[in-house]
Protein backbone atom coordinates (compact mmCIF):
# COMPACT_ATOMS: atom_id res chain seq x y z
CA UNK A 1 0.00 0.00 0.00
CA UNK A 2 1.58 3.43 -0.83
CA UNK A 3 0.88 6.20 1.32
CA UNK A 4 0.93 10.13 -0.43
CA UNK A 5 2.48 12.31 2.06
CA UNK A 6 1.65 15.95 1.35
CA UNK A 7 -0.55 17.88 -0.95
CA UNK A 8 -3.44 15.49 -1.13
CA UNK A 9 -4.24 17.26 -4.24
CA UNK A 10 -0.81 16.55 -5.67
CA UNK A 11 -0.30 13.49 -7.69
CA UNK A 12 2.53 11.72 -8.77
CA UNK A 13 3.19 12.84 -12.53
CA UNK A 14 0.65 15.82 -12.05
CA UNK A 15 0.99 19.53 -11.79
CA UNK A 16 0.70 21.16 -8.84
CA UNK A 17 -2.50 23.60 -8.19
CA UNK A 18 -1.18 26.92 -8.57
CA UNK A 19 -3.11 28.66 -5.54
CA UNK A 20 -1.67 31.85 -6.13
CA UNK A 21 -2.06 31.62 -10.27
CA UNK A 22 -5.56 30.86 -9.80
CA UNK A 23 -6.27 33.63 -7.44
CA UNK A 24 -4.69 36.37 -9.61
CA UNK A 25 -7.17 34.99 -12.27
CA UNK A 26 -10.07 35.42 -10.55
CA UNK A 27 -9.26 38.77 -8.79
CA UNK A 28 -8.10 39.97 -12.55
CA UNK A 29 -11.66 38.67 -13.97
CA UNK A 30 -13.55 40.09 -11.02
CA UNK A 31 -11.77 43.50 -11.66
CA UNK A 32 -12.88 43.36 -15.77
CA UNK A 33 -16.06 42.70 -15.26
CA UNK A 34 -16.69 45.78 -12.49
CA UNK A 35 -14.55 47.72 -15.14
CA UNK A 36 -17.23 46.85 -17.83
CA UNK A 37 -20.06 47.18 -15.55
CA UNK A 38 -19.43 50.73 -14.90
CA UNK A 39 -18.03 51.52 -18.33
CA UNK A 40 -15.78 54.77 -17.04
CA UNK A 41 -14.90 57.40 -19.35
CA UNK A 42 -11.23 57.51 -20.14
CA UNK A 43 -9.24 59.56 -17.63
CA UNK A 44 -11.33 58.71 -15.01
CA UNK A 45 -9.92 58.31 -11.90
CA UNK A 46 -11.05 54.86 -9.87
CA UNK A 47 -10.98 54.55 -6.15
CA UNK A 48 -8.41 54.37 -3.93
CA UNK A 49 -6.60 50.83 -3.92
CA UNK A 50 -8.31 50.45 -0.08
CA UNK A 51 -11.56 51.23 -1.46
CA UNK A 52 -11.44 49.08 -4.63
CA UNK A 53 -10.05 45.93 -2.88
CA UNK A 54 -13.39 45.89 -0.60
CA UNK A 55 -15.41 46.68 -3.65
CA UNK A 56 -14.11 43.71 -5.44
CA UNK A 57 -13.59 41.03 -1.63
CA UNK A 58 -9.75 40.53 -2.31
CA UNK A 59 -6.55 41.65 -1.20
CA UNK A 60 -4.91 44.77 -1.96
CA UNK A 61 -1.96 42.44 -3.03
CA UNK A 62 -4.52 40.80 -5.50
CA UNK A 63 -5.63 44.03 -6.72
CA UNK A 64 -2.27 46.00 -7.57
CA UNK A 65 -1.06 42.46 -9.65
CA UNK A 66 -4.72 42.81 -11.58
CA UNK A 67 -3.98 46.56 -11.85
CA UNK A 68 -0.19 45.76 -13.44
CA UNK A 69 -1.56 43.23 -16.07
CA UNK A 70 -4.51 45.98 -17.08
CA UNK A 71 -1.81 48.49 -17.30
CA UNK A 72 0.69 46.47 -19.48
CA UNK A 73 -2.42 46.27 -22.04
CA UNK A 74 -3.10 49.52 -21.61
CA UNK A 75 -6.43 49.66 -20.21
CA UNK A 76 -4.90 51.79 -17.06
CA UNK A 77 -2.23 53.51 -15.84
CA UNK A 78 -1.00 54.76 -12.57
CA UNK A 79 0.43 57.55 -11.65
CA UNK A 80 2.09 57.32 -7.80
CA UNK A 81 0.91 59.53 -5.31
CA UNK A 82 -2.65 60.26 -7.57
CA UNK A 83 -4.16 57.26 -8.30
CA UNK A 84 -5.20 55.02 -11.12
CA UNK A 85 -6.62 56.54 -14.22
CA UNK A 86 -8.97 54.79 -16.99
CA UNK A 87 -7.45 54.46 -20.66
CA UNK A 88 -3.75 54.64 -21.76
CA UNK A 89 -1.08 56.82 -19.93
CA UNK A 90 -1.55 60.61 -21.28
CA UNK A 91 1.17 62.23 -22.87
CA UNK A 92 2.46 64.76 -21.18
CA UNK A 93 2.90 68.29 -23.34
CA UNK A 94 5.54 70.90 -22.82
CA UNK A 95 4.72 74.18 -22.40
CA UNK A 96 6.07 76.92 -25.20
CA UNK A 97 8.04 77.79 -22.23
CA UNK A 98 9.32 74.45 -21.67
CA UNK A 99 10.29 74.07 -24.81
CA UNK A 100 12.07 77.56 -24.88
CA UNK A 101 14.73 76.15 -22.09
CA UNK A 102 15.52 72.25 -23.56
CA UNK A 103 15.85 73.29 -27.53
CA UNK A 104 18.29 75.37 -29.50
CA UNK A 105 18.49 77.09 -33.23
CA UNK A 106 19.83 73.91 -34.45
CA UNK A 107 16.24 72.23 -33.87
CA UNK A 108 14.17 75.36 -34.56
CA UNK A 109 15.60 75.10 -38.18
CA UNK A 110 15.31 71.45 -38.41
CA UNK A 111 11.87 71.68 -37.77
CA UNK A 112 11.38 74.76 -39.86
CA UNK A 113 13.12 72.84 -43.23
CA UNK A 114 10.18 69.91 -42.19
CA UNK A 115 7.32 72.45 -41.62
CA UNK A 116 7.08 75.34 -43.56
CA UNK A 117 7.86 73.71 -47.55
CA UNK A 118 4.47 71.67 -46.66
CA UNK A 119 2.66 74.65 -45.75
CA UNK A 120 4.08 76.41 -49.05
CA UNK A 121 2.64 73.76 -51.07
CA UNK A 122 -1.09 73.83 -49.36
CA UNK A 123 -0.40 77.52 -49.40
CA UNK A 124 -0.05 76.60 -53.10
CA UNK A 125 -3.38 74.52 -53.32
CA UNK A 126 -5.59 76.91 -51.07
CA UNK A 127 -4.39 80.30 -51.42
CA UNK A 128 -6.92 83.38 -52.21
CA UNK A 129 -6.04 86.11 -53.95
CA UNK A 130 -6.64 88.24 -50.93
CA UNK A 131 -3.61 85.93 -49.60
CA UNK A 132 -1.50 86.29 -52.98
CA UNK A 133 -1.81 90.11 -52.48
CA UNK A 134 -1.33 90.22 -48.84
CA UNK A 135 2.05 88.57 -49.56
CA UNK A 136 3.46 91.22 -52.26
CA UNK A 137 2.63 93.70 -49.57
CA UNK A 138 4.78 91.80 -46.60
CA UNK A 139 7.31 91.65 -49.32
CA UNK A 140 7.74 95.30 -50.11
CA UNK A 141 7.58 95.76 -46.61
CA UNK A 142 10.55 93.69 -46.39
CA UNK A 143 12.38 95.72 -49.06
CA UNK A 144 11.84 99.24 -47.48
CA UNK A 145 12.20 98.28 -44.23
CA UNK A 146 14.33 100.54 -42.75
CA UNK A 147 15.57 98.96 -39.77
CA UNK A 148 15.92 95.11 -38.83
CA UNK A 149 12.81 95.81 -36.44
CA UNK A 150 10.84 96.45 -39.69
CA UNK A 151 12.26 93.86 -41.51
CA UNK A 152 11.70 90.85 -38.90
CA UNK A 153 7.83 92.17 -39.00
CA UNK A 154 7.36 92.06 -42.44
CA UNK A 155 9.20 89.06 -42.64
CA UNK A 156 7.25 87.23 -39.92
CA UNK A 157 3.86 87.71 -41.58
CA UNK A 158 4.66 87.22 -44.74
CA UNK A 159 5.67 83.41 -43.39
CA UNK A 160 2.12 83.35 -41.13
CA UNK A 161 0.38 84.75 -44.32
CA UNK A 162 1.34 81.22 -46.23
CA UNK A 163 0.09 79.29 -42.93
CA UNK A 164 -2.58 80.92 -42.85
CA UNK A 165 -3.36 80.65 -46.77
CA UNK A 166 -3.20 76.39 -46.29
CA UNK A 167 -6.76 77.35 -44.82
CA UNK A 168 -6.08 74.88 -42.22
CA UNK A 169 -6.76 76.47 -38.24
CA UNK A 170 -4.72 73.12 -37.44
CA UNK A 171 -1.35 74.26 -39.19
CA UNK A 172 -1.65 78.09 -38.54
CA UNK A 173 -1.73 76.46 -34.91
CA UNK A 174 1.28 74.60 -35.00
CA UNK A 175 3.45 77.22 -37.37
CA UNK A 176 2.11 79.79 -34.93
CA UNK A 177 3.72 77.60 -31.69
CA UNK A 178 6.79 77.05 -34.09
CA UNK A 179 7.05 80.67 -34.92
CA UNK A 180 6.97 81.70 -30.96
CA UNK A 181 9.70 79.12 -30.14
CA UNK A 182 11.62 80.37 -33.02
CA UNK A 183 11.56 83.94 -32.04
CA UNK A 184 12.64 83.19 -28.26
CA UNK A 185 15.78 80.67 -28.57
CA UNK A 186 16.60 82.03 -32.04
CA UNK A 187 16.47 85.53 -32.50
CA UNK A 188 16.44 86.82 -28.76
CA UNK A 189 20.54 85.60 -29.15
CA UNK A 190 21.38 86.59 -33.16
CA UNK A 191 21.46 90.07 -34.28
CA UNK A 192 22.91 91.94 -36.36
CA UNK A 193 25.02 94.93 -36.13
CA UNK A 194 23.52 96.66 -39.21
CA UNK A 195 20.73 99.07 -39.13
CA UNK A 196 19.27 98.00 -41.80
CA UNK A 197 19.43 95.09 -44.06
CA UNK A 198 21.48 95.34 -46.95
CA UNK A 199 20.12 95.74 -50.80
CA UNK A 200 20.73 92.87 -51.50
CA UNK A 201 19.77 90.94 -48.68
CA UNK A 202 19.25 87.22 -50.43
CA UNK A 203 15.47 86.90 -48.58
CA UNK A 204 14.37 89.58 -51.05
CA UNK A 205 14.74 87.39 -54.57
CA UNK A 206 13.71 84.06 -51.83
CA UNK A 207 10.65 85.38 -50.92
CA UNK A 208 9.62 87.05 -54.39
CA UNK A 209 9.77 82.96 -55.96
CA UNK A 210 8.15 81.60 -53.02
CA UNK A 211 4.98 83.98 -53.60
CA UNK A 212 5.47 83.28 -57.31
CA UNK A 213 5.52 79.73 -56.80
CA UNK A 214 2.08 80.02 -54.86
CA UNK A 215 0.37 82.54 -57.29
CA UNK A 216 1.46 80.36 -60.12
CA UNK A 217 -0.33 77.04 -58.25
CA UNK A 218 2.85 75.57 -58.41
CA UNK A 219 2.42 72.49 -55.35
CA UNK A 220 6.31 71.40 -55.81
CA UNK A 221 8.23 74.69 -56.86
CA UNK A 222 6.42 76.78 -54.20
CA UNK A 223 7.79 73.75 -51.15
CA UNK A 224 11.19 73.76 -53.20
CA UNK A 225 11.34 77.52 -52.80
CA UNK A 226 10.66 77.59 -49.26
CA UNK A 227 13.16 74.65 -48.87
CA UNK A 228 15.45 76.76 -50.58
CA UNK A 229 15.03 80.05 -48.27
CA UNK A 230 15.19 77.96 -45.23
CA UNK A 231 18.67 76.34 -46.05
CA UNK A 232 19.85 79.64 -46.86
CA UNK A 233 18.92 81.18 -43.57
CA UNK A 234 20.38 77.93 -41.85
CA UNK A 235 23.50 78.63 -43.65
CA UNK A 236 23.78 82.75 -42.45
CA UNK A 237 22.37 81.69 -38.56
CA UNK A 238 24.27 78.54 -37.84
CA UNK A 239 26.62 77.65 -40.58
CA UNK A 240 27.91 80.90 -40.67
CA UNK A 241 31.50 81.94 -38.54
CA UNK A 242 30.54 85.57 -38.98
CA UNK A 243 28.62 87.88 -36.92
CA UNK A 244 24.69 86.64 -36.57
CA UNK A 245 22.06 88.30 -37.92
CA UNK A 246 18.50 88.75 -37.83
CA UNK A 247 15.66 86.16 -38.94
CA UNK A 248 14.16 85.21 -41.76
Known amino acids: MVIL????????????????????????????????????????????????????????????????????????????????FIGSRRVEVMSLSEIDRVTNPAEVMRARLLIEPMLAREAALNATQDHIEAMAACILRTRSAQTWRQYETADNEFHRLIAQATGNRLLLALFDALNAVRRAVVWGALRSGRQRPPDDHHSFAEHDRIAAAIAQRDLPGSAEAMHHHLRAVQKQLIDSKGPAIPPE
Open 5 to 84: RGNPDHLPGYPAHDDDGGSRQATLVQLRAWLMRHDFAPGTRLPPERDLSEILGVSRGELRKALATLEAEGQVWRHVGKGT
